[in-house]
């Protein structure tokens, strides 16, 4: 029993430190097991199986492309103050190295991507592909991992987290039900997906998706665009007669506008949760929403060919 005592007041004593300058880390919660986690995809998960049990940092938000971002000093000062980390991993938040070091290296983490069955990616990931959570199967495995890790720092709250962990697998399940209803129905042929980057390789093939190709043709969306990839892109989206073309809420939808112009297809009004999910609190803040939100979108989208 005594660690759950030491992690309780641990957590106690930096709630009173902080009392001043939460920031991220929202409403102090004294008692709650303070935890740290990097994506919004993955604060959504963390979020979900911890409840009322724990305190949050969450580094990354709504706006925030993992591809390219930099902790900041108070937030290496959170990581260090945290029982754990829980990183998504493959490569996408690679920055937490230097965050981890500057810490002293003493802070527990939880690489979720070793928990889940990652895809092959591009070269510069480290050849896998880190947009793990938008498959529903990996989020409920990952959601497990979460829930282990809780309980061992908190084993009087185990029962609470194999619940939590359960009830969001049954609202993955649900989301995914939803958009089979609403891609099921579009023929095969009409459903032609071109978006930013790579980001959906986990989501497509659940839905018989064909990926026709990416703007930015790699899993880090600011990996350079050569002119022979626009190209390539723009015949294809003619060949093929896609008429949509996504953009994602966290990248710049230019290049995507002047490929729609080169190739005669439109950019679809409706964007899709990429690398970051919606506000917390909002619909696209979960998961399960955001999944649902995107497969509406490409629905959509595929209709209005
Ligand atoms: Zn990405």
């Known amino acids: 029993?005594?660690?759950?005592?030491?992690?309780?007041?641990?957590?106690?004593?930096?709630?009173?430190?902080?009392?001043?300058?939460?920031?991220?880390?929202?409403?102090?919660?004294?008692?709650?097991?303070?935890?740290?986690?990097?994506?919004?995809?993955?604060?959504?998960?963390?979020?979900?199986?911890?409840?009322?049990?724990?305190?949050?940092?969450?580094?990354?938000?709504?706006?925030?492309?993992?591809?390219?971002?930099?902790?900041?000093?108070?937030?290496?000062?959170?990581?260090?103050?945290?029982?754990?980390?829980?990183?998504?991993?493959?490569g996408v938040d690679k920055w937490l190295v230097r965050g981890l070091a500057a810490t002293g290296g003493a802070v527990q983490t939880v690489d979720l991507a070793k928990h889940v069955h990652l895809r092959a990616g591009s070269a510069g990931e480290g050849g896998q592909d880190p947009h793990w959570w938008y498959d529903v199967d990996n989020a409920k495995l990952a959601a497990a991992a979460v829930a282990d890790e809780l309980a061992r720092l908190d084993p009087a709250g185990r029962g609470t987290y194999e619940r939590n962990a359960v009830a969001l697998g049954q609202r993955l399940d649900a989301a995914d039900r939803q958009i089979h209803a609403k891609i099921d129905p579009i023929p095969v042929q009409r459903r032609l997906f071109v978006a930013n980057h790579d980001a959906f390789n986990y989501f497509l093939p659940h839905y018989a998706i064909t990926l026709v190709g990416d703007i930015v043709p790699a899993t880090d969306s600011i990996a350079a665009v050569r002119p022979a990839d626009v190209a390539r892109l723009v015949a294809g989206i003619r060949q093929q007669h896609v008429c949509a073309i996504f953009t994602e809420t966290t990248i710049d939808p230019n290049l995507a506008a002047q490929i729609a112009r080169e190739s005669g297809a439109r950019v679809f009004a409706g964007k899709l949760y990429g690398d970051a999910l919606g506000e917390p609190g909002s619909p696209g803040g979960t998961l399960e929403g955001a999944l649902s939100h995107n497969g509406a979108v490409m629905a959509e989208g595929f209709n209005s060919c």
Do not use: W, Y
């Not at 929202?26 to 990097?38: E, F």
């Not at 305190?55 to 260090?80: I, R, Y």
């Open 1 to 90: 029993m005594k660690v759950p005592q030491a992690v309780a007041l641990t957590g106690l004593l930096v709630l009173i430190s902080l009392a001043c300058g939460a920031g991220q880390a929202g409403q102090s919660k004294p008692g709650a097991v303070r935890v740290t986690s990097t994506l919004t995809q993955v604060s959504a998960l963390v979020r979900a199986v911890g409840g009322e049990r724990i305190q949050l940092t969450a580094l990354l938000g709504p706006n925030n492309d993992p591809h390219q971002f930099e902790l900041k000093p108070e937030q290496v000062t959170q990581l260090a103050r945290s029982a754990a980390v829980f990183e998504s991993g493959a």
